[in-house]
């Protein structure tokens, strides 16, 4: 049914990733309670990975005919570069471009929540033709 409602594959991937990066950023918000925010934001990242994982396979891409092992094996690769990007774009601007500006209005939300949007199109690629690539 979710797939009738979207006409494009991209816009079907861009509204369930909406979906794991809310995930990402919430249980981010979540664990700073417990840990400091550079662990959070790794953490965080690895909760919305697995249910945007989990959504695209379903809703997306589909099962392309490999072990579902395989596929996210593949899905944590091409999310690497996502978390490198996340992780370096959260800390920069949090704790040195915000400070640097005086800007301090939920500074680590505001970071984070940019930094979670910046890998959407180039995951979209990577997953498309790499994690859920058809046997």
């Known amino acids: 049914m979710i797939n009738k409602l979207f006409q494009s594959e991209i816009l079907l991937f861009l509204f369930l990733g909406g979906?794991?990066?809310?995930t990402n950023f919430f249980s981010r918000i979540l664990l700073n309670?417990?840990?400091?925010?550079?662990?959070?934001?790794v953490i965080a990242y690895?909760?919305?990975?697995?249910?945007?994982?989990?959504?695209?396979?379903?809703?997306?891409?589909g099962a392309g005919g490999r072990h579902s092992a395989h596929e996210f094996r593949d899905f944590?690769?091409?999310?690497?570069?996502?978390?490198?990007?996340?992780?370096?774009i959260s800390i920069g601007l949090?704790?040195?471009?915000?400070?640097a500006v005086?800007?301090?209005?939920?500074?680590?939300?505001?970071?984070h929540g940019i930094a979670i949007c910046v890998?959407?199109?180039?995951?979209?690629?990577?997953?498309?033709?790499?994690?859920?690539?058809?046997?």
């Open 33 to 41: 309670h417990y840990m400091g925010f550079r662990v959070a934001v």
């Open 119 to 135: 890998p959407a199109f180039t995951s979209y690629f990577g997953h498309k033709y790499f994690s859920f690539r058809k046997a």
């Open 76 to 88: 944590t690769l091409v999310n690497l570069v996502g978390i490198v990007l996340v992780w370096f």
């Open 94 to 99: 949090a704790e040195n471009l915000f400070p």
């Open 46 to 61: 690895i909760i919305g990975m697995i249910v945007a994982f989990t959504l695209f396979r379903r809703y997306v891409f």
């Open 19 to 22: 979906i794991a990066a809310a």
């Open 102 to 111: 005086g800007f301090t209005f939920h500074a680590h939300e505001i970071a």
